[in-house]
C-alpha cells in the first residue's frame, strides 16, 4: 500500500477558498497512491478558535466538494482532514471526512475527545460519539483525531471493530511534538496496527505546528517521517504485516480488561 500523507501549511493571509483549491490540487498529484491523508482542520487552522462558527460548513459544504472531486480525479482512497461541521440541528462538530476513488463518501468521523479544558473546541464543538472505521483494499482504517491519540480505549474499540491501519489526522502543537512521536509509536506498539498520523505546519493563531507527520509500523519503527514545514510524505508499507505481527506476537490475545465483567472474590 502506497500512503501520501500531505503535511499542509496553514498560512492566514491565505483565504479558506485558496487553501482548498490549493489542497485539491495537491491531492490530485498523488494519483498513483492508494491513500492520501490531510490533517485536521486545515481549513481554519486547529487553534484558530474565533473562525470555528465564521468557517463552519454542513457536511456537503464546499470543502466536502472539492475533496470529493479531488479524490475521484485522483482515483485515490482520500482522508480528506477535518473541517468545523454545521449540524443544522445542533452544534458545531470537528467532523473527519473520507472519500472513496469515485468520490463518494466512504465515513464520517465527529471527534470524540475535545481538546481545550473548558475552553475552545472544548466548548465551541460537541463531541460525537461512534467509532468509525473504514473498510478499504487490504486493510481497515481507524479514524481518530489530534487530542483522540492521548486515550488508548479509543484505539482498542477501533482495533476490536476490524481496524488495522489508524489514521490520525491533527493540528498538533509544536511545544508538545515529543508527545506527538511517542503516542503515535505507543498507539502502534499496544495495538500491534500501523499508525498513519498527518499533522499541520506554520502556525494557528499565534500557536506554532508541529509538524513532523509520521508513519509507524506495528512494531512500533518509524517508516517516514516529515520536517517542520510545508511537504508530502510518501511510504509504501505491507498491510499484510499487522496480521504477522499479531500471529508471531499474540499480546492481544492476553487481554484481560475490558473483554468482561471483572470476577467477583
Known amino acids: 500500500m502506497r500512503a501520501s500523507v500531505i503535511q499542509i501549511a496553514v498560512n492566514e493571509d491565505e483565504s479558506v477558498e485558496a487553501r482548498r483549491r490549493r489542497v485539491a490540487a495537491s491531492v490530485r498529484e498523488q494519483a498513483g497512491a492508494d491513500l ?3 490533517p485536521e482542520l486545515w481549513t481554519t487552522g486547529a487553534f484558530a478558535y474565533e473562525a470555528f462558527g465564521r468557517e463552519a460548513e454542513p457536511l456537503e459544504g464546499p470543502t466536502y466538494e472539492a475533496m470529493a472531486k479531488a479524490a475521484s480525479d485522483a482515483g485515490v482512497w482520500l482522508h480528506a482532514g477535518s473541517i468545523p461541521e454545521r449540524d443544522p440541528d445542533g452544534p458545531l462538530y470537528n467532523t473527519s471526512l473520507v472519500f472513496s476513488p469515485s468520490g463518494d463518501l466512504a465515513a464520517a ?3 470524540i475527545h ?3 479544558f473548558d475552553k475552545g473546541e472544548a466548548v ?3 463531541a460525537g460519539a461512534d467509532l468509525v472505521t473504514v473498510r478499504l483494499p487490504g486493510t481497515t482504517l481507524g479514524l481518530s483525531t489530534c487530542y483522540d491519540l492521548r486515550f488508548p480505549e479509543l484505539y482498542r474499540g477501533l482495533v476490536d471493530a476490524g481496524a488495522e491501519t489508524l489514521v490520525v489526522s491533527a493540528g498538533w502543537p509544536e ?3 515529543s508527545h506527538w512521536t511517542l503516542l503515535a509509536q505507543a498507539r502502534a506498539v499496544e495495538n500491534q496496527a500501523f499508525v498513519v498520523a498527518c499533522g499541520t505546519a ?3 493563531a499565534g500557536v506554532p505546528q508541529a509538524g513532523h507527520s ?3 509500523d506495528p512494531w512500533g519503527e518509524v517508516l517516514a517521517q516529515a520536517g517542520a514545514g510545508e511537504e508530502v510524505l510518501t511510504v509504501e508499507f505491507d498491510p499484510g504485516k499487522v496480521a504477522a505481527t499479531r500471529e508471531q506476537f499474540p499480546a492481544l490475545k492476553d487481554r484481560m480488561l475490558g473483554l468482561q465483567p471483572p470476577r467477583r472474590p
Open 36 to 38: 492520501v491523508v490531510l
Open 109 to 111: 468521523y465527529r471527534k
Open 114 to 116: 475535545r481538546f481545550g
Open 124 to 126: 465551541l464543538m460537541g
Open 175 to 177: 511545544r508538545r511534538r
Open 202 to 204: 506554520g502556525t494557528h
Open 214 to 216: 509520521i508513519v509507524v
